[in-house]
Every structure is written in C-alpha cells, then in structure tokens.
C-alpha cells in the first residue's frame, strides 16, 4: 500500500518567515500531526547541528511544529541524545549550552528542551526486539516512553549510510550511546597507507585512543575502536575508510532495526518531516559548513518514515540529473537502509506524493 507524501516546495531565496507560515498552512491543511493528540506528550526529535556547521533545521521551523502541537492541547518536548564522538554534544551539558547558541531555547519554542544523559540508568529503556541483528536496544526512555513521536531531519549526505533523514534521526538519534556503539561495532577502519601523510589529524579526534603512529603512519587498535567514524571525517587525504565488504553495510540494517524498537509502541502515533534545503553532502555532525550540492527543494512531511526517505532520495536525484549522494559515496548503497525498513515493517518505499502550493 502506497503512504501519503506530502512536498511543500521551498527555494533558498525564500525568506525564513514566509517558510514558516506555508509550514503552518501544511500542518493545517494536510493534517500532517492529526497523530497527535490532547494530552499526548510529544516528543519532537531534532538535530540541533554540530560548533560551526549551518545545515540543521532553523529553530523557527521547530517553532512552527512545536506550537501545532501545543495548539492540539498535547505537550511538546524538543529533543536530541548525545554523541559518540568527540565534540559539544558528547554530553548533555555542553550539548544544551549549543542548542541554545543555534537557537533552540524555550522562549523561542515554547517547549522545553531536553538532552537526555543516558550515562543515568533512570535514563535508559532496554526495548526487546530480537530482529536480525539487534535483540535488544538500548534507547533514551525520553523517547521511548513518549506518547507520539515528531521526527524533524535535515536530509542530506552520510559518510556511513549514504543519507541520513527520517530513519537515521530516530535509529541513530533516539538510541544512547550503548546503542550508538552497537549499529557501529562492525566499522571499525583501515587505513589507505598509500594515502597517509602521518598528519595526526585522525588521532587527535579519536574518543577512544585508538589510533597511534608507527612509523609516521596512522594505525588503527581495532580493540579499542567504538567505530565512530570521527577519523573518516577527519582526514583530508582519503587515507582512512571503511572495509565495506567486512560488514560495512551493516550499520544501516541495525539502524532501520533500532528505528523500529524507538516506534514499536507509536503506530498511528507519528509524523516525519524532511527538509530538504541546503542540502550538504555530508551529515550536520561535521564541525564545518559544508556548501549545498544542489538547490533547495523544500519540505516533506508523512507519517511513513521509509516512504518519506525514499521520496526525498528519489527528489534530490532527480533535482541532481544523477544519483549525487552515490556518487559522493560510492561504497555506500543508501538503499539498503530503505529495504531493510520496509523488510522489518517500518512502512512503504511506495508512495504518492502530492504537493502543497
């Protein structure tokens, strides 16, 4: 059975306050959050972007979703969880003091703001699943135990999974660091001797000191790897990757596996939105501003996770003239993530997508 996508186009000439109110025209006409219910606590679970990058949602966008879901006489919550590597959002306190720099307070949501520190038992559900490869997750409890979940990604580029959107955001985005480590523990890297330069560049960004030098070149304890994949990110030679063939794919099935344990209790009880502007070939966890790889397209919205995802893939390679993101990561088979979600009976890669004007 095909999902409803909705597309609300949007163009980077498009100013921030006109945005926002075709936002609230689609929330409103479309019924896009009717999952969410007086009463209901909800969780809107964002990405509030890494020191120096520019390409998470806009906080007034959150703003708008926020006070929909207020207006529903529900209670909104806006979230994100900590990271794995090493950075602002390693833990809650200095994840929250940058969400606010980005602009996400309470007064400009009117919402609470909430980084759940899963170093805290209280913290932490362990959801059974027993799928392929995760039986159980390890998950925030803010996210578990929420009433609706509101899934607000930025799409774009992923060093690991090709893209990152709807699924990412909450597989990746809802599990703590326990689960983070798991979806990553077939990762850990190699490195392309041919390529190094012995810059250290690796080893400075490594959590968990797993890189050290032998003979002015880079060498990976794969012991002591969490497999982060803060190294990828950081060498500007090519000279660490992934073996893809040893399990490289992998993390994108754990991660449809984990989106599936965060909503198993919220059928009927979710929506999803996309945006698909300044859209970077790289994920908003690089501490840098990455250049957009093709024009702005806008905004999508459904209560399908895996049809919202296929549809935004479909809509930036169309735009592209190209499959752009394959070609920026050329291991990387984005579909996978998208198969295995459908597989699992997260929802549809069929879908009817509609535009809002």
């Known amino acids: 059975m095909k999902s409803k996508v909705y597309l609300l186009p949007v163009s980077q000439s498009d100013a921030e306050e006109s945005v926002g109110l075709k936002l609230r025209a689609l929330i409103e006409n479309y019924g896009v959050l009717s999952a969410v219910k007086a009463g209901d606590k909800a969780v809107l679970k964002i990405h509030f972007g890494e020191q120096g990058n ?13 006070k929909a879901v207020l207006e529903a006489r529900a209670v909104p919550v806006i979230s994100d969880s900590n990271t794995l590597y090493r950075g602002r959002r390693m833990n809650s306190a ?41 039986k159980t997750a390890a998950i925030c409890r803010l996210y578990s135990d929420a009433d609706a979940i509101i899934g607000i990604a930025h799409f774009k580029g992923h060093l690991m999974t090709g893209f990152g959107g709807a699924i990412k955001n909450i597989g990746m985005g809802c599990a703590t ?37 032998k003979n002015n070149m880079a060498c990976v304890d794969v012991s002591k790897c969490i497999g982060c994949a803060s190294c990828i990110a950081a060498c ?76 935004s893939l479909d809509l930036v390679t169309a735009r592209a003239g190209s499959d752009i993101l394959k070609q920026i990561h050329p291991n990387r088979d984005a579909q996978k993530q998208l198969a295995h979600a459908e597989k699992i009976g997260i929802g549809s890669r069929e879908y009817d997508l509609e535009m809002v004007l």
């Open 54 to 66: 520019t390409g998470y949602v806009r906080p007034a966008y959150a703003a708008v979703i926020a």
């Open 177 to 213: 660091r326990k689960g983070k480590l798991f979806q990553h523990s077939d990762l850990a890297p190699i490195v392309v001797i041919r390529k190094c330069t012995g810059c250290k560049a690796c080893m400075a960004v490594c959590p968990s000191a797993a890189i050290t030098m």
């Open 236 to 311: 500007r030679f090519k000279a660490v990757d992934l073996n893809w063939e040893a399990g490289g794919m992998r993390i994108q099935e754990k991660m449809a596996e984990y989106a599936k344990a965060v909503l198993l209790n919220k059928k009927g009880k979710t929506a999803f939105f996309n945006f698909l502007t300044k859209i970077t070939g790289e994920c908003d966890c690089i501490a840098r501003d990455d250049p957009r790889i093709i024009a702005d397209i806008g905004i999508l919205a459904s209560a399908d996770p895996v049809a919202i995802d296929q549809a």
């Open 94 to 134: 200095d994840h929250l003091k940058l969400a606010y720099e980005h602009g996400f307070t309470p007064d400009v949501l009117k919402a609470p703001v909430v980084i759940p520190d899963d170093a805290l038992p209280e913290n932490v559900r362990n959801v059974d699943l027993d799928a392929e490869h995760v």
